[in-house]
């Protein structure tokens, strides 16, 4: 008969286990939110879920408790976690797979079986670079990459990515991410059920692939047009897509498109014109 797990509360006790604020970590425990995570997340049944950054393991835990989980590959950067998780390694060794690595050396696909579904507390500082290197993953092979992306960052973050254009929010992140994904702003979660204590409010976003991308065009297109659209938020788009082409504002008039306009008003259907042009 195995042990009795420790709790998250005990892991960090137990471990002396104190966020390292380089690695943007903050600890949730609190049972009933991590619960609202998964439950955020509409696991399918017999699902490969990835979680990057486990931490002490409060959302491993919630995860390995989710029947619809068939497997659990967890990648964790910081050695003192990995160690203390090894009673989760070793009361599911069927079920619970762990890896000390940087999850930005790491393909989703490359990691487990499909279906595969990530869900994570990211650490705030790698966060929106996380998001970008699955994008582009997604980009590059397909929808059938991950069924399912569910995270909580920083509440500023998951507003840029499910902004509507014309507003401030919206920007390079946005098209991006709504490009690739349907995108679904879940719930907030509030400083005061982490340790430490984020200086902000943190919220949960479910991104979704599309099956086809919202408008036919490479990686590398999106992201230099969007580079070079967002480059001067403020300055007009005459003046902003000329790093992009010379015939920006001829090309722009013949879509009808205002070249006095700003980045930040362009729908996703107005840049697809612009790029098949």
Not at 65 to 80: F, K, N, P, S, Y
Not at 209 to 228: D, L
Not at 248 to 256: F, G, L, T
């Amino acid at each position: 008969m195995h042990a009795r797990i420790p709790t998250t509360l005990e892991t960090i006790q137990n471990a002396r286990l104190h966020a390292n604020k380089k690695l943007g970590q903050h600890f949730l425990t609190d049972e009933m939110l991590l619960s609202a995570i998964v439950r955020c997340a509409a696991l399918p049944h017999n699902v490969h879920a990835i979680e990057i950054g486990s931490g002490p393991g409060g959302l491993t835990r919630a995860l390995l408790a989710e029947d619809h989980v068939a497997h659990l590959t967890a990648i964790e950067l910081d050695a003192r976690c990995v160690v203390a998780l090894q009673p989760l390694v070793e009361h599911y060794p069927q079920r619970f797979t762990l890896h000390q690595r940087d999850a930005l050396d790491v393909r989703l696909h490359d990691l487990t079986p499909a279906p595969r579904a990530v869900v994570a507390n990211l650490p705030y500082n790698v966060g929106t670079t996380l998001i970008i290197h699955w994008l582009k993953e997604i980009a590059t092979y397909g929808a059938g990459v991950v069924d399912s992306i569910t995270v909580m960052l920083q509440k500023e973050v998951v507003e840029r990515i499910v902004a509507a254009p014309d507003t401030t929010d919206y920007g390079r992140f946005s098209i991006l991410c709504q490009w690739l994904c349907e995108v679904d702003y879940c719930m907030d979660v509030p400083p005061e059920a982490f340790t430490p204590p984020p200086a902000v409010m943190s919220s949960v976003v479910r991104l979704v692939p599309r099956a086809q991308p919202a408008f036919a065009a490479s990686w590398e297109e999106v992201e230099a047009f969007t580079h070079a659209a967002f480059a001067q938020r403020r300055k007009m788009l005459r003046k902003n897509l000329l790093a992009w082409r010379s015939d920006a504002v001829e090309r722009m008039e013949a879509c009808s498109i205002d070249p006095t306009r700003r980045a930040e008003t362009l729908t996703q259907k107005e840049i697809a014109t612009l790029l098949i042009k």
